[in-house]
């Protein structure tokens, strides 16, 4: 088995997916000779032509509506947005139009377009390359927003993305790029969208997160099982419509639960999925459910300094699930 | 006056039948303004004053293979391409047979796929992209195939136009957008929407043709959309078409026109009708008589009373089937 980067999952994916069915095409800004800003598309071009590896005019509503327009026409489009900072233009496209053209028309149309763009601090890109914009997209029924922990689950899930019949927003750590690899299967398989997996198992603590937290978790929970404290961590995989029942159980498991983004802290998903765990799991808590998030500052900040506070990383994870656990 | 020198193209036979889907549109917009007065319907949005436009372009596009992507006052439109009286009337009524979305949608905002009418939103404009998105996919899979997209002109002061335009004009999709400019959206008058004389005049910047032609010239009109509809399949990319009609009633049931305009202004419009015109030029070339054309009347009245009374006793959708069609069953 091939060990792959994050984005060489992710082009493996598409790749995949573009000799499996016609149907399937890119479309975005720089995706075609360059192969995209992050090389996500590196050789599709080559291999798929112009006309199923489409460069856009610079617009992200255009690229947004016409996908959408080619997927109500029965086609399988991939839209990148190059930064997730980016879709801001296409939010009309994405939550008027896409999320709704199923329930709107009443089951007539659908739209099985997949929206990928990079999300995440990290890597110095300041106020508008940088952002998470998850929690403005989840409380739009009718979408799936779908944020890959891992090289294997990037693979896997993007494919299930490409071939479920309603739009996919489908956010990857532009850090987890090249931070993240692992060993990825040559051959064809999917993951489940709306499931979240469980990452480790442990009894003490349990982390709920997503994304590139889901490494910081890790490597966090590494360190504390020396010192003997065990660290249950569910990777929620997808973050709407979340998985009720997965949370559920991890909370109940351990009845001390960390939640954890690097999106700033109010009207995050943690808000969302502390709601869960107060109104299903009440009873099983030891202690107060604890969030660490982004400060609510508007963004991440470019200088370095400032950049490096703003994150969540393993070292304030593991602070947080000893507090948890000595509580 | 309707240019009478190019008829030929057009027999007799399709003349009258465009006069009676013109008439019918009308008719049907008249019976919805009734009901919503009598309190039975809750909204109405009309197309009056534009049906001309909207039947006359119609006819040009081929209504078997073409998609269109109608705006809430494209009636016109969507008669032509296969609802039926009975199914506008059910959208109206917001009725679980409504074909459009089963109650779900306000009026007019229509779909249906087996005519390949898309289905559309309230956000204006958002319909454009959309539509090169269908000519896009219909020139991947290399079919003669069109799309049609109608918008107000307020509504090309949207990004969603340009973005949609320029990428159809950048990758020269098969797409002809036809701006029906009524000179109003809601209050605001077309001297304050824009600051160019024609909305057609923007189709430079795309490098594209654009045309202006008076909205109630449907000979006109037909020539012009036929022209887009070939250069479209001819791999020349896409058309900008304006036609100029005036909105004969209120934006909308609730709006009150006469706060910014004037009833003299309404009725010296009215003098004008299109579909009157049209009329008017089939009973001179001898296409029509006056007791045809009454046959025709009450034919229409017969089929919009029949689809009145269908449609107001006909049941909502069940308050069980809220939730459903949020999302689809799975994956493929």
Known sequence: ?327 | MVNQTKQAELSKDTLVAMYQEMLLARRIDERMWLLNRAGSIPFVVSCQGQEVAQIAASYALNKDEDFVLPYYRDLGVVLHFGMTVKEVFLQAYGKAEDPNSGGRQMPSHYGQKKNRIVTGSSPVTTQVPHAAGFALASKMEKRNVVSFVTLGEGSSNQGDFHEGLNFAAVHKLPMIVMVENNKYAISVPLSRQVACENISDRAIGYGIPGVTVDGNDALEIYRVVKEAHERALNGEGPTLIETISYRLTPHSSDDDDMTYRTKDEVADHRTLDGIAQFRDMLIEQGYLTEAEDQEIEEKIKQEINEATDYAENAPYAGVSTLTDHVYGQGGE
């Not at chain 1, 090389?39 to 489409?54: H, I, K, S, W």
């Not at chain 1, 400060?295 to 969540?312: G, I, Y």
Request: hydrophobic share 40%; aromatic share 8%; with cysteine.
């Open chain 1, 1 to 327: 088995m091939a060990v792959l980067t994050y984005i060489q999952a992710v082009n493996q994916a598409l790749r995949e997916e573009l000799e499996r069915d016609e149907k399937v095409f890119i479309l975005g800004e720089d995706v075609g000779q360059r192969g995209g800003v992050f090389l996500a598309t590196d050789g599709l071009y080559e291999q798929f032509g112009e006309e199923r590896v489409l460069d856009t005019p610079l617009a992200e509503s255009a690229i947004a509506g016409v996908g959408i327009g080619a997927a109500m026409y029965g086609m399988k489009p991939v839209a990148e947005m190059q930064f997730a900072d980016f879709i801001m233009p296409a939010i009309n496209q994405i939550i008027s139009e896409a999320a709704r053209i199923r329930y709107r028309s009443n089951n007539d149309w659908n739209c099985p377009i997949t929206i990928r763009a990079p999300y995440g601090a990290g890597v110095h890109g300041g106020l508008y390359h940088s952002q998470s914009i998850e929690a403005i997209f989840a409380n739009q029924p009718g979408l799936k927003i779908v944020m890959p922990s891992s090289p294997y689950d990037a693979k896997g899930l993007l494919k299930s993305a490409i071939r479920d019949e309603d739009p996919v927003l489908f956010l990857e750590h532009k850090r987890a790029y090249r931070l993240l690899k692992e060993e990825v299967p040559e051959e064809d398989y999917t993951l489940p969208i709306g499931k979240a997996e469980t990452k480790r198992s442990g009894e003490d603590v349990t982390v709920i997160t997503y994304g590139l937290c889901v490494h910081f978790a890790k490597q966090a929970a590494e360190k504390l099982e020396q010192e003997g404290i065990s660290t249950e961590i569910l990777d929620l995989r997808t973050v709407y419509p979340l998985d009720q029942q997965a949370i559920i159980e991890a909370a109940s498991k351990t009845g001390k639960v960390l939640l954890v983004t690097e999106d700033n802290k109010e009207g995050s998903i943690l808000g969302e999925v502390a709601a869960i765990i107060s109104e299903h799991c009440l009873y099983d808590l030891d202690a107060p459910v604890k969030r660490l998030a982004g400060p609510d500052t508007p963004a991440t900040p470019f200088a370095a300094p400032l950049e490096k506070a703003f994150l969540v990383n393993a070292d304030k994870i593991e602070q947080a699930i000893r507090e948890l656990a000595e509580f």
